[in-house]
C-alpha cells in the first residue's frame, strides 16, 4: 500500500475522516500535548429544516444537550411608518427627521441647501430639488444609503402618492415599533411612528430540549447566527463553544481538553445539507486523537494506523 509521510510536527494533521501525525515517540505511549475535541455543523435555509427536528451534542462531562429546531407557527410582521414630503421651498436649511430602528442609535437626517450639515448626521441634499416627489425620492435614497449596520429600515415611495415615502423595519417583529421625530417647520411635513410590528409566535419545544426558534425564511448564514446563540446560550449545562462562519458553517470546540470530548453529533434532520462532523481531535497528554481511524509516522521510518475505536488500538504495518 502507498502510505503518504508528513514532516515532523507538534501537534495534530487532520484531513476528510483520519488524522495524520507524525514523530519520534511510540504512538501507544507518546503523543500530542492535551488537545480539545473539535466539530462542525452546516446549516442549509430555513425552509429545509423541519419542525421537531435535532441536533444533540455532548460535551463528556455533562448530560448530553438537545437542541429542536422551533419553526414559527405565526409568522412575524414587519413594522411600517410613512413620511410625507413637500416641496424643497418649504424646508430650510438645517431642518431634521430621526428614524429609529430599535437596534442600532437613532439617525439624524439632515435636510441640505449650502452644502454642510451637522457631524454624525445624514445629509438629504435638496439644493436642486423643487417638487415634493423629488424630495421624496431623495428622503428614500439618503435612508436606504445609510445601510444595514446602521440602520434596519428600507424606504420607497409609495405606488400611488409619489410624495409619500413608505418605511418598512428589516427585521419582522415588535422591537421594531419605536418613535419617530421631525423637526420641519411646514406642518405639511409628517413623518409617523415605525408601528403595527408583530412577534412571531412558537409553539415550544419538547421539556429539557433548547429551542432554535426560526422562521422558516432565513438563509443558510442567518440559520448559521441562530444555531451559534442557541448553543453558546445554553451556559454551564454545555462546555462547547459554537463560532459562526457566517457562511452557513459553526465550529465547535469543547472547553475541555482531552478524549472525554470526543463524543458524536447525533440529528434527526432529514435534509441532507444539514451536516454534523465530530465532535473529534480530543487528546490527553501523552495520547493520540481518538474516535475516528489514524495514520502515525514515526521518523525512523514505521507507519502506524489505528481503526478509530474506543480501544485505541495501534498496529504497526512496516
Known sequence: MAVQTFPNICGVLTTG?????????DPTTSGSADVAATGRITTPAGSLILDTETFTLDDGNHAATVFEFDKATVQAIAATGQIQAIPAADISDTETFTLDDGIHAARVFEFDKTGAITGGQVKVDISEAITAEEVALLIVNAINGVGPSILRITASINGVDATLVDLVHQVPGAAGNT??????????????????????????????????EFLGTETAIEMGALIEAAINGVGAGLAI?????????????????????????TDTVANAGFQVEGMWGGSDEGGVPATRPAIYVRTNGEVWVKDGDANEDWTEIT
Do not use: C
Open 241 to 265: 463553544t459554537a463560532t459562526d462562519n457566517e457562511d452557513g458553517t459553526i465550529d465547535l470546540e469543547n472547553g475541555a481538553v482531552g478524549v472525554a470530548g470526543n463524543e458524536n453529533i
Open 17 to 25: 475522516d483520519i488524522t495524520f501525525r507524525s514523530g519520534s515517540g
Open 179 to 212: 418613535t419617530s421625530a421631525e423637526a420641519v417647520t411646514d406642518s405639511d411635513f409628517t413623518i409617523s411612528d415605525m408601528e403595527d410590528g408583530e412577534d412571531a409566535v412558537f409553539d415550544g419545544v419538547t421539556g429539557g430540549r433548547v429551542a432554535v
